[in-house]
């Protein structure tokens, strides 16, 4: 009937929690204007006790029709948010994840004023008279979700569990919706992959997680031997890598790059973990069998990491360590053929590129957007392989909108961007499929439809290989199998 079955998907950058957390929480993606932000939020301030915290995610200041009466570089001041909802605490996550808008009474709960330094790594937008706008870059957004945790710390151990399983539930039913059957989980805690754990050893896990610990060098010293888990839960839990980040995203303007913005001369983004720590945790990774994953963004982050993985991994760069960089969005064209010459893995989600193109040459201007933006195709061709997803819930967990992303690059109203670096249909379906698999030590057991592999499937009403392309966005999951066992919800 012209349905097709291909190998379970697999989100090879998401964030499971996060992304339960934002299904429960205002999704501002769709805004056009500030001033819709604010309104959605005083809404339902009027439905929630005074002192209630309100959070939301999504909005994003290059995506709005308009700029707010009041901003500083485009992004808004608070003053109008906290005049219309001045007694509830707003924390709204921008829509890279990597800043967040906060209300005068969140920073008063948060002891923010114009006297609270930026953090390492961080930066407190102010006005002109050195006062704090309420957006907070990178690492100093801590200083907000400090304030906003003290909430969840009077949570009980069993309240916090249960929170935890419903945004597990929500998220893996959200994957399995979209053909998704395991996720490469960017970033979590070791009491968060305690939690996993248990859920894993009593079929609790909707679907299969390759969890990445986030931790700095004393943590990881002290708990790595034990804490490396290979297939929990037949197959559900693997727990072999670690996540760092060394700058921010370039939405926001904290990708680190090698020369200005060309949108903000002043600035060359943020580098938000030391070069030294990065080191130490390479060197971790290397004697302890770790996999190590970088979020690097601008090409002087993706320049930093590559100089430490080969430093790191000296004689062993040619031996099988798949260290990964998460993102790989924008690199100096001499950078580009490091990737396939130290087998470093660009684990890239094909909807950012297709998201963010609206301001990539505003930020970048023309020239470094066309030699190093989102570059699959001269990565590939240099020997690369190219894990796909969507980097959930930066984006919408949908694989179709990164699958057509990469083979057409086309936008919304028409227009591509850089055509000549899309990747064919096999690739595409290839970055889905076997790639993350690769990308995780899995190929034995996942990424392809072969005797012996676990029966993770799932059935299309049309031929993803085929199909014309703007099929791609409308083809529908009608059947998912995890393990052989049917896990189809119906909508």
């Known amino acids: 009937g012209g349905q097709t079955i291909t190998p379970g998907l697999t989100d090879s950058h998401a964030h499971s929690m996060g992304l339960g957390h934002s299904l429960q929480i205002l999704s501002l993606s769709e ?63 921008h829509a890279s994840g990597h800043a967040l808008f906060a209300n005068e009474a969140a920073m008063k709960l948060a002891q923010v ?33 400090r304030a906003q945790s003290r909430t969840t710390q009077r949570m009980t151990n069993r309240a916090r569990l249960e929170l935890t399983r419903q945004h597990i539930r929500l998220a893996g039913d959200a994957c ?33 997680l390759t969890l990445m610990i986030r931790a700095g060098s004393q943590s990881l ?26 700058d921010g995203a370039l939405g926001p303007h904290g990708a680190w790059l090698l020369q200005p913005y060309s949108d903000l001369p002043t600035k060359r983004g943020l580098n938000t973990l030391s070069l030294v720590e990065l080191e130490r945790i390479a060197e971790l990774c290397k004697r302890h069998d770790w996999q ?28 099988d360590h ?56 001269s990565l590939i061709d240099t020997g690369a392989i190219i894990p796909n997803g969507t980097d959930a ?11 057509y992303a990469a083979v057409t690059r086309r936008l919304t109203g028409g227009e591509t961007f850089y055509p000549k670096q899309c990747m064919t249909r096999a690739e595409a379906l290839l970055s889905y499929t076997l790639w993350p698999a690769i990308a995780a030590f899995q190929e034995k057991d996942l990424g392809s439809i072969e005797v012996g592999k676990r029966a993770d499937l799932v059935m299309w009403d049309t031929n993803l290989l085929t199909c014309p392309p703007e099929q791609i966005r409308k083809a529908r999951a009608t059947r998912v199998w995890i393990g052989g066992v049917d896990k189809t919800i119906q909508d």
């Open 113 to 145: 004023g114009a006297d609270t330094p930026d953090p390492i790594g961080g930066e407190i937008l102010k006005d002109a008279a050195g006062q704090p706008i309420g957006v907070f870059r990178e690492n100093a957004a801590g200083l907000i979700r």
């Open 31 to 93: 805004a056009n204007t500030w001033s819709e932000i604010v309104n959605q939020v005083k809404q339902v301030a009027n439905t929630l006790p005074k002192g209630t915290w309100i959070a939301g995610r999504g909005w994003h200041q290059s995506k709005w029709t308009v700029k707010p009466n009041q901003h500083v570089d485009g992004y808004p001041d608070h003053t109008t948010m906290s005049n219309a909802v001045p007694d509830h605490p707003v924390v709204l996550t």
């Open 292 to 319: 190590l994953c970088v979020h690097a963004i601008g090409d002087r982050a993706n320049r930093e990491v590559l100089d430490i993985y080969e430093k790191v991994l000296g004689d062993d760069v040619g031996s």
């Open 393 to 403: 819930p930066v984006e919408h967990i949908d694989p179709r909108v990164s699958l």
């Open 221 to 246: 010293s002290a708990r790595m031997s034990g804490s490396r888990w290979i297939g929990i839960g037949d197959g559900f839990l693997t727990v072999r890598s670690v996540k760092v980040s060394i």
């Open 176 to 208: 399995i919706r979209h053909g998704i059957t395991s996720v490469h989980d960017a970033g979590s805690s070791f009491s968060a992959a305690r939690t996993y754990r248990e859920l894993a050893e009593t079929n609790e896990l909707p679907v299969r």
């Open 322 to 377: 798949r260290w990964r960089i998460e993102h790989a969005q924008h690199l100096a064209p001499v950078d580009i053929p490091r990737f396939g010459a130290l087998g470093v893995i660009p684990a890239m989600q094909a909807n950012h590129c297709t998201s963010d193109a609206i301001f990539v040459p505003r930020r970048l201007g023309e020239r470094r957007s066309a030699q190093g933006a989102y570059v699959w195709r």
